[in-house]
Every structure is written in C-alpha cells, then in structure tokens.
Nanobody, 124 residues
C-alpha cells in the first residue's frame, strides 16, 4: 500500500507562483510514474503533468506547458509541481497520483494510488 500526502495549495493572485509537494510512503517510489491531476467544481478530473520513475521524463498538458514544472526527489520520496504564472482557470483541487504507468500517462484510470488533494485558488 502506498499513501500520498499533498501540501502547498492556497489562495494566490493571478501571475503568482505556488509549489505543490506530494510525499509518498513505501519503498518502491522509484518504480512509480507520478502524476498530478486537477479537478474543478462540476468538471472532470484532468491531467496536468507526470514524471517517469525510470527515466525522469516529464509530460505536460498543453494548458500548463511552459508554466508548470514537475520534478521528483527519489531520496525524499517526494514529487513536486512548480506552478508559475498562475491563471484563474488553474483554480481546482490538485491531486497527486502514483502508478506503474507505461502508456496513457494522462489517464486517471492508469494510476493505482491517489492523495486526498490540495486546493489551489487563483484570484483575478
């Protein structure tokens, strides 16, 4: 069993930055692809970014490319999401996910474990 705990959300103004963290329990962290998803009220959960455990290669949704950066520290079992130039449309609950993902890294159903979420609110 793997537990994921997100932190770092909050209320910011448009143009500000935030860094989300997700700490994972367990000893197989490097085996997992780690992902960030978000869900706004009344909308489906959508892919934000993912990072491979084996290669460190990162994938991004078009809506955040160039503004968000995903990274991982395997020694700390932690994945980060650095969010810059935040926009009101980035407002959502952000979820960390882990899974043995080799394809369709953008699909929530490919991930086995989920955190409880952290709220990000961007005011205009």
């Amino acid at each position: 069993q793997v537990q994921l705990v997100e932190s770092g959300g909050g209320l910011v103004q448009a143009g500000d930055s935030l860094r989300l963290s997700c700490a994972a329990s367990g000893r197989t962290f490097t085996s997992f692809t780690m992902g960030w998803f978000r869900q706004a009220p009344g909308k489906e959960r959508e892919f934000v970014a993912a990072i491979s455990g084996s290669t460190g290669y990162a994938y991004y949704a078009d809506s955040v490319k160039g503004r968000f950066t995903i990274s991982r520290d395997n020694a700390k079992n932690t994945v980060y999401l650095q969010m810059n130039s935040l926009k009101p449309e980035d407002t959502a609950a952000y979820y960390c996910a882990a899974g043995y993902v080799r394809i369709r890294y953008y699909s929530p159903e490919m991930y086995n474990y989920w955190g409880q979420g952290t709220q990000v609110t961007v005011s205009s």
